[in-house]
C-alpha cells in the first residue's frame, strides 16, 4: 500500500475508535438515568429495552458516517500532508537522469518537508558544482597530457624524416618532455589519493614538517635568489606526514617561484590556537587581486604567467594543497599582499600534545 492509503486507513481507524468510544461513553451515561423497575421479557426493562431499539441503529448510523467521512477527509489531508513529498521525489528522479539544474524551492513554514527539501537543493548545489568541476579538471588534464605527448610526436617525426640530423639535442628534448609528463601524472595520483583520504594518519609535527620543506629546498631558493625565513611553535595536528610534507614543499615551491626577480623573501610560521594549529607562508612578488586568487587553487591555474624552465610547475600545486587540506578536515585561506605577493594560511585541527 502506498503512504497515503496507509495514513487514510489510519485517520480512518482513529476515527472509528474515537467515535466508538464516545458512543459507548454516551450509552453508560445513558443507561443511569434509565429507570429499572420492571421486569419485562427475558427479564429486561421494557425502558431499557426501547433504549436499545433506539440507540444502537443510531449509533451504526453514526459510525458508518464516521467512517466514510474518515476515509474521504483522510484521503485528502493525506495527500495535502505528502505534496510536498512529491514535489522532493519529482526532483530526485530528475537528479536521476543527469539534470543537476533543477531545484526544488519548497515554500511555506519551515517544518520537516521544507528542511528536507532545502538540504536536497544544498546537496544539488554542491554536487552540480563538483561534477563542473571535474569536467573542468578533466578537460584541463587532457589538455596538458596531450601537449607533451603531440610534442613527443613531432620531435619524432622531425627525426624520423631527417636521419642524418644529430640525435643528441633530441633526446635532451625527449627526456625534458617526458619528464613533465611523469610529474604531471605524479600530481594527479597525488591530488587522487588526497581526495579519496586513502591514507593511514599519525600525530605530526608541523613545524618540523616545515623545517624539513625549508631545508629541502633551500638549495632552490638560493639559486633564484629567495630568502626563506622560518618561525613557529610546536604545531601537533593528525594526518599523513607524507601529505602534509608534500603540501608544505609545494607552498614553498609556489612562494619561490612566483616572486620578485632579487631579493625576494618567504616567511614560513606556524603557531598553536585553542583547537587548531596554522601554518603561514608569505612571500614577496607581483600585485594579485582577490579575483584572481580565488581562482588559484583551480586545477592548471597560475598566479601570474606560466613559468618555463627548471622550475616549471604544472600548474596541480595549490589545488593538491587545497585537496591536502580538506582531507585533513582543515581550511585553506589565499590573501593577496598589499605590496604584492601571496598569504597563504592553513588550519588544521589540533591535537593534544
Known amino acids: 500500500m502506498s503512504v497515503r492509503l496507509k495514513l487514510t486507513l489510519s485517520y480512518a481507524g482513529f476515527l472509528m475508535v474515537a467515535g466508538g468510544l464516545l458512543l459507548t461513553a454516551v450509552w453508560a451515561f445513558i443507561l443511569r438515568y434509565v429507570p429499572d423497575t420492571e421486569r419485562g421479557l427475558l427479564g429486561v426493562s421494557p425502558n431499557r429495552y426501547l433504549l436499545v431499539r433506539t440507540f444502537f441503529p443510531a449509533a451504526a448510523i453514526v459510525l458508518a458516517f464516521l467512517l466514510v467521512f474518515g476515509l474521504l477527509g483522510g484521503w485528502l489531508l493525506a495527500g495535502r500532508m505528502l505534496a510536498p513529498l512529491t514535489r522532493i521525489t519529482d526532483a530526485t528522479r530528475i537528479a536521476a537522469t543527469g539534470s543537476l539544474s533543477h531545484r526544488i524551492r519548497l515554500e511555506g513554514r519551515n517544518d520537516e518537508f521544507r528542511e528536507l527539501a532545502d538540504g536536497f537543493d544544498a546537496m544539488l548545489t554542491r554536487l552540480e558544482a563538483h561534477v563542473a568541476a571535474q569536467r573542468r579538471f578533466a578537460a584541463n588534464a587532457s589538455h596538458e597530457l596531450r601537449t607533451p605527448l603531440a610534442i613527443s610526436q613531432t620531435l619524432l617525426d622531425v627525426a624520423r624524416n631527417d636521419p642524418h640530423r644529430h640525435t643528441g639535442e633530441l ?12 610529474e604531471l ?15 593511514s594518519r599519525e600525530n605530526v609535527d608541523l613545524s618540523l614538517i616545515a623545517e624539513e620543506a625549508t631545508e629541502t629546498l633551500l638549495p632552490f631558493a638560493e639559486k633564484h635568489g629567495v630568502t626563506i625565513q622560518t618561525s613557529g611553535d610546536v604545531t601537533l595536528t593528525n594526518g599523513s606526514s607524507a601529505l602534509l610534507l608534500q603540501m608544505t614543499m609545494n607552498l614553498l615551491h609556489n612562494a619561490i617561484v612566483h616572486n620578485v626577480a632579487e631579493y625576494g623573501t618567504v616567511q614560513v610560521n606556524t603557531a598553536s590556537r585553542r583547537k587548531s594549529v596554522v601554518l603561514t607562508v608569505e612571500n614577496t612578488g607581483d600585485k594579485l587581486t582577490a579575483q584572481r586568487v580565488s581562482t588559484l587553487t583551480e586545477p592548471f591555474q597560475c598566479g601570474t604567467e606560466r613559468i618555463r624552465g627548471d622550475h616549471a610547475g604544472v600548474g596541480l600545486g595549490l589545488a593538491i594543497v587545497k585537496s591536502i587540506t580538506e582531507a585533513h578536515d582543515g581550511t585553506l585561506t589565499l590573501i593577496p599582499r598589499a605590496g604584492g605577493g601571496l598569504c597563504v594560511t592553513v588550519r588544521l585541527p589540533a591535537v593534544g600534545r
Request: hydrophobic share 50%; no cysteine.
Open 171 to 182: 633526446v635532451e628534448r625527449l627526456h625534458a618532455v617526458n619528464v613533465r609528463a611523469i
Open 185 to 199: 601524472t605524479e600530481a594527479l595520483l597525488l591530488l587522487s589519493r588526497a581526495d579519496q583520504r586513502s591514507f
